[in-house]
């Protein structure tokens, strides 16, 4: 069994025993407790009841975080002629068409979220494959197939996060940097587990929030008390 360092070592220490808290005190904790040499995510991870095999039990979405994810999103959008153009004034990284096509199909992806206008879908389509499994193929239900592309741009470029429940139930997701203060990470894991609260399918049974759990990148999961964390 290999040894644990120093760090990790009291780290876990520091959380023996600890679960089922509030939201304050879990990042209270993990604030306390990430002493990586750089500026920690801290990650959520929600356990829920849903089996996402059924098309009535998938769970997906998105939530513009308040205080938002102090990550740097780079953007690429498929329009053409003035959308493209409005695109660009947004801030869009990247913005083309058959030629953003092309350079995605030579596996150069460059973004973090990909936008498209309806009229682009068809050869975005093309593109499924290689941005399905990423979770980068624009969607109308999340804001990202639309003929507002400024918005979509600003939105993703602001601390919106989009969330999709895994095969096996559960939801990951970026919310923030432990430098923020303890208020706005509290404020913006609240952002998140509300929006997923609100996206329970129709086709879910029994208890939908079964466990949060809350982490830094480098540092020791906590999980929190759930219907505190849903404001039960």
Not at 66 to 92: H, I, L, M, S
Not at 99 to 114: A, H, N, P, V
Not at 210 to 222: A, D, E, N, Q
């Amino acid at each position: 069994m290999a040894k644990l360092g120093k760090r990790t070592k009291a780290a876990r220490e520091a959380f023996a025993g600890k679960d089922n808290l509030s939201i304050k005190e879990a990042v209270a904790l993990i604030k306390s407790n990430a002493h990586a040499k750089f500026d920690e995510t801290l990650e959520i991870a929600m356990n829920l009841g849903v089996d996402p095999r059924h098309a009535d039990q998938m769970v997906r979405g998105v939530v513009a975080l308040p205080n938002g994810t102090g990550k740097t999103v780079r953007v690429a959008v498929f329009a053409r002629g003035a959308k493209a153009d409005e695109a660009q004034a947004a801030g869009a990284d990247i913005v083309g068409a058959e030629d953003l096509m092309e350079t995605i199909q030579s596996g150069k992806i460059e973004f973090d979220r990909c936008i498209a206008t309806p009229d682009m879908m068809p050869l975005v389509g093309r593109l499924g494959k290689v941005l399905g499994p990423r979770n980068l193929m624009p969607n109308p239900k999340v804001g990202t197939v639309t003929m507002d592309v400024a918005t979509a741009v600003a939105a993703a470029k602001g601390g919106e996060v989009q969330f999709k429940v895994e095969k096996a139930g559960v939801i990951h997701g970026g919310i923030g940097k432990v430098s923020f203060s303890e208020d706005k990470l509290v404020e913006n894991v609240r952002a998140f587990v509300e929006a997923v609260s609100k996206a329970r399918p129709a086709g879910a049974k029994g208890t939908y929030l079964k466990k949060v759990s809350l982490s830094s990148t480098m540092g020791p999961g906590v999980s929190l008390d759930v219907a505190s964390a849903s404001g039960n």
